[in-house]
C-alpha cells in the first residue's frame, strides 16, 4: 500500500518548537517533491513549505519563513518540517504531499499524487 504517514504533532506552548515528519510506505521518495501543506478550523488548506527531489532547493510561506525549516533524509524514506518559534495561528492540522517533480512548483493541491492523513498542531498556553 503506497501512503505517506505524518507524525509528530501535539500540543506545545507560543513560542515551542515541534518536529514533524513524513514517512513513506510503499514507495521511495526520492523522485517526489514533498510539501507541506495546513488547515486551520474554518480555513483553506494552504501551502507551508516545499523541497526539491534532491533537497537543494526549499520553499517556504511568508507566514513561517525564518521560523520553520523543511529537510529530507531519502535514505530513510522521511521528509521533516522543523518548528520552532510556534504561534497561535500556526495551530491547525499539518499534511506532507508528494509529487513527481525535481523542483517545488507551488501549492496546486491537484498537482500532488499522494497526502498523508494530517496530524494535529495545536499551539496554545
Known amino acids: 500500500q503506497l501512503q505517506l504517514v505524518e507524525s509528530g504533532g501535539g500540543l506545545v506552548q507560543p513560542g515551542g518548537s515541534l518536529r514533524l515528519s513524513c514517512a513513506a510506505s510503499g514507495f521511495t521518495l526520492d523522485y517526489y517533491v514533498i510539501a507541506w501543506f495546513r488547515q486551520a478550523p474554518g480555513k483553506e488548506r494552504e501551502g507551508v513549505s516545499c523541497i526539491s527531489r534532491s533537497g537543494d532547493s526549499t520553499k517556504y510561506a511568508d507566514s513561517v519563513k525564518g521560523r520553520f525549516t523543511v529537510s529530507r533524509d531519502n535514505a530513510k524514506n522521511t521528509v521533516y518540517l522543523q518548528m520552532n518559534s510556534l504561534k497561535p495561528e500556526d495551530t491547525a492540522v499539518y499534511y506532507c504531499?508528494?509529487?513527481?517533480?525535481?523542483?517545488?512548483?507551488?501549492?496546486?493541491?491537484?498537482?500532488?499524487?499522494?497526502w498523508g492523513q494530517g496530524t494535529q498542531v495545536t499551539v496554545s498556553s
Open positions: 504531499a508528494a509529487a513527481v517533480n525535481y523542483y517545488c512548483s507551488g501549492y496546486v493541491e491537484g498537482v500532488y499524487d499522494y
